[in-house]
C-alpha cells in the first residue's frame, strides 16, 4: 500500500497522475473494456490516498476484465441503472421505538414497494451505553403492529447479514484499517481531559467547538512510540483542509459544505466500536442500499459521509432528507410535547390504520382531494402503495397534531363494526393479559367484584386530573411541588421499569432534593390514580407501563403550567 502511495505522489501533476493509473490498471487488466475518463482534481493526500484506495479496492475484487461496472474510477459517483431499489431503516435500541421511525420506515417502505425494490431493517446498536435490551423487540412489535413488514432484517435473515450492527465489528475495523493505510484517516492520541480542556478553550475565545487537528500529521515514529506505551486512541476521518463537498438532495438539489465546517468526525471510537457515520456508510454499501431515505436532521452528517464514500472509492447512494415531524409550535418533535413513544400510542388505544393513515398524512404525499382542493385524508396502506408520489412531499415540517390524531382515530373507531370493535377493546385495554395483571393489585381490596372498577379506573381511564389539595403536600408550596413533579418525571424517564428499579430511582431523587418518602409517594400516587389511596403505587406504575406513566406525568404537568398562567 506504502508503495503505491508512493507511486502516486511521484505523479507531480494531474495528467501524469492520471497516466500512473492508467498504467496501474494495465497491469490488472482493470482498463479491458472501460470507457475513458477525464483526468479529476487529485492533488493531496486525501485524493492521492482515495486513488489507491480505490484502485486496489477494485483491482482486488475484479471478476470480470470490466474494471469499474461503467462508472468513472476517479470520481466513482453514483450513475443511474438497473440496479434493483434497496432502503433501509436503521432505529437504534436505545428504548421505545420512536413515531420519527415509523414515519421514516414508511417512506422507505412505500419508496420499495412501488418500485419492485427490498425494504432492509438494520439495527444501530454501537451506543453501548444507551443500549436497552428489551428495546429491538419492541421495535419489531410496533412495526409490525402498523403493518410494515420488512424483506432483510436480524428477525428474517438476508444474504447482507448480520443485521445487527454489534455482530459487524470485526468488518468496521478491516475497512478503518484501508483508510487508515491509504492516508484518509488518521489516530488520536488525546484524553478526554485534553479534548474537554480544548473544548473549553475554544468556548471562552467564542468559536465553535472542534477538534483542531493535532494529531493529523504525527509521524509514524511518533504514533509507534504512543502504541507501544498503551495509550488509547480513536481513529478520525481525515477531512481535506480546503476545498468543499457537494452531494445531490433528491427533495432539495445540489447542497454544498465548506472543508472548515466539516469535523475530523471520529469513525471507531478507543472501545474499538465504530460510531454511527462509519457503521452506517460500511453497512450502506455492503448492504447494497441505492436509496438512504431519512430525517433532514442528518443533512449535515452527509458531507462526512460523501467524503468516506470518496475515501473508499465507492458508489454514492442517492440522499432523500425528509422534513422532520414537528410540533404545534413547528420545533422538532419532542416527548415533551407530543408522546413519541409507538408503545405508548399501542397501549392507548389508537388504531393501527390511524396511525399509518396519520403518517401518511406528514409531508404531502398523498393526491390532493376534491373539495376545496385539500388533501385526501382516510385512507388505507394500500391505497398509499397506489398513490403517494415522492414528487408531492413538501419540505415545510409536517405538524404532529395529536388533535388531529384523536380525529382520525375516532373515525376509524366509528367505521367499525360492533363485533370488530368489541375484539379492538379485548385486544387492548380489556385484554386478558392486562385484566390479568390488574386483578391481583384489587383482589384483597375489594369485598364485591363490582367494586373493581371502583379501584381499577386510573388503570383504564386516560385522563387523571387530581385536585391541587390531592396531590401537594401539606407542608410544601405548590410551585415546590410542581417543581419536584418535573425532578421525578426526568428520573423515572431513565429509570428500569421494575418494582426495584423504580423504588431506588424515586428513593434517590427524594433524598437528593429533601422531599420524604411519604411525600414523595404521595405525589406520584396523586398524579398516577388522581387519589390520596390506591393499591400499591409502584406495582401500579408497573402494570400501567412506562409510556403512559411518563405521558400521564408530562400531563399532569402541562395542566398545572396552563392552570397557572390563567387570569384571575
Known amino acids: 500500500m506504502r508503495l503505491l502511495a508512493l507511486i502516486l505522489r511521484i505523479a507531480c501533476s494531474e495528467v501524469s497522475l492520471f497516466v500512473t493509473l492508467s498504467f496501474l490498471m494495465l497491469l490488472t487488466g482493470c482498463a479491458t473494456n472501460a470507457r475513458p475518463f477525464s483526468p479529476p482534481d487529485l492533488t493531496g493526500d486525501w485524493q492521492i490516498g482515495r486513488a489507491t484506495a480505490l484502485w486496489l479496492d ?24 438497473a440496479a434493483p431499489i434497496r432502503v433501509r431503516i436503521a432505529p437504534s435500541p436505545t428504548g421505545d421505538p420512536h413515531v420519527g421511525t415509523a414515519y421514516i420506515g414508511l417512506l422507505n417502505y412505500l419508496y420499495a414497494k412501488q418500485r419492485g425494490g427490498q425494504f432492509i431493517l438494520r439495527i444501530e446498536d454501537t451506543d453501548r451505553a444507551r443500549f436497552v435490551a428489551t428495546s429491538e423487540q419492541m421495535i419489531f412489535d410496533s412495526l409490525h403492529w402498523l403493518g410494515l413488514t420488512w424483506d432483510e432484517g436480524p428477525d428474517v435473515g438476508g444474504p447482507y447479514g448480520p443485521y445487527r450492527q454489534s455482530e459487524r465489528t470485526e468488518i468496521y475495523r478491516e475497512h478503518v484499517e484501508k483508510l487508515l493505510a491509504n492516508g484518509t484517516a488518521y489516530r488520536s492520541f488525546e484524553t478526554a481531559e485534553e479534548l474537554e480542556a480544548l473544548r473549553k478553550s475554544q468556548l471562552a ?9 493535532a494529531h493529523r500529521e504525527l509521524s509514524q515514529t511518533q504514533i509507534d512510540e504512543l502504541l507501544a506505551e498503551g495509550r488509547p486512541y480513536v481513529i478520525r476521518l481525515k477531512v481535506p483542509a480546503e476545498g468543499e463537498t457537494s452531494f445531490r438532495d433528491e427533495l432539495r438539489g445540489e447542497i454544498n459544505f465548506t472543508h472548515n465546517n466539516v469535523d475530523d468526525q471520529v469513525l ?9 457515520h462509519l457503521a452506517n456508510v460500511v453497512d450502506d454499501h455492503l ?27 465507492w458508489d454514492l447512494p442517492r440522499f432523500w432528507h425528509m422534513p422532520l415531524l414537528r410540533n404545534l409550535d413547528k420545533s422538532k418533535i419532542s416527548k415533551r410535547k407530543n408522546p413519541v413513544s409507538l408503545v405508548y400510542y399501542q397501549q392507548a388505544g389508537f388504531l393501527p390504520e390511524a396511525m399509518i393513515n396519520f403518517l401518511g398524512l406528514m409531508g404531502g404525499g398523498m393526491p390532493a382531494g376534491t373539495e376545496k382542493n385539500t388533501q385526501v385524508e382516510i385512507f388505507s396502506l394500500g391505497q398509499m402503495l397506489e398513490q403517494f408520489d415522492f414528487a408531492r412531499i413538501s419540505l415545510g415540517g409536517p405538524v404532529f397534531d395529536l388533535t388531529k390524531l384523536k380525529w382520525l382515530n375516532g373515525e376509524y373507531i366509528r367505521a367499525l363494526s360492533p363485533e370488530q370493535f368489541f375484539n379492538e377493546l379485548r385486544a387492548t385495554i380489556l385484554s386478558d393479559e392486562y385484566l390479568s395483571s390488574i386483578a391481583p393489585l384489587l383482589q384483597t381490596r375489594i369485598e364485591t367484584l363490582g367494586q373493581f372498577g371502583d379501584l381499577a379506573g386510573f388503570l383504564l381511564r386516560d385522563e387523571v386530573t387530581p385536585a391541587q389539595d390531592v396531590f401537594v403536600p401539606k407542608k410544601r408550596t405548590l410551585e415546590e411541588t ?8 426526568a ?22 432534593q429533601q422531599w420524604s418518602v411519604k411525600e414523595n409517594f404521595m405525589l406520584l400516587r396523586a398524579i398516577l390514580t388522581g387519589a390520596t389511596q390506591s393499591p400499591p403505587l409502584l406495582e401500579s406504575l408497573v402494570v400501567f407501563g412506562k ?10 404537568g402541562d395542566t398545572q403550567k396552563r392552570l397557572a398562567t390563567r387570569k384571575p
Open 268 to 276: 471507531m471510537k478507543s472501545d474499538g466500536f465504530p460510531t454511527y
Open 58 to 81: 477494485n483491482s482486488a475484487s475484479r471478476k470480470s476484465s470490466t474494471c469499474y461496472d461503467g462508472i468513472d474510477p476517479m470520481t466513482h459517483f453514483f450513475s443511474e441503472s
Open 205 to 213: 475565545a467564542k468559536l465553535p467547538p472542534r477538534y483542531n487537528g
Open 482 to 489: 410542581l417543581a419536584f413533579a418535573a425532578e421525578q418525571l
Open 547 to 556: 409510556a403512559r406513566s411518563l405521558d400521564r406525568m408530562r400531563r399532569f
Open 287 to 313: 448492504m447494497h442500499i441505492t436509496d438512504v431515505i431519512r430525517a433532514e436532521e442528518w443533512i449535515s452528517s452527509t458531507p462526512k459521509h460523501v467524503l468516506l464514500y470518496q475515501a473508499f472509492g
Open 491 to 512: 428520573v423515572l424517564e431513565a429509570t428500569d421499569w421494575t418494582h426495584d428499579g423504580l423504588d431506588a430511582a424515586l428513593r434517590q431523587v427524594g433524598e437528593a
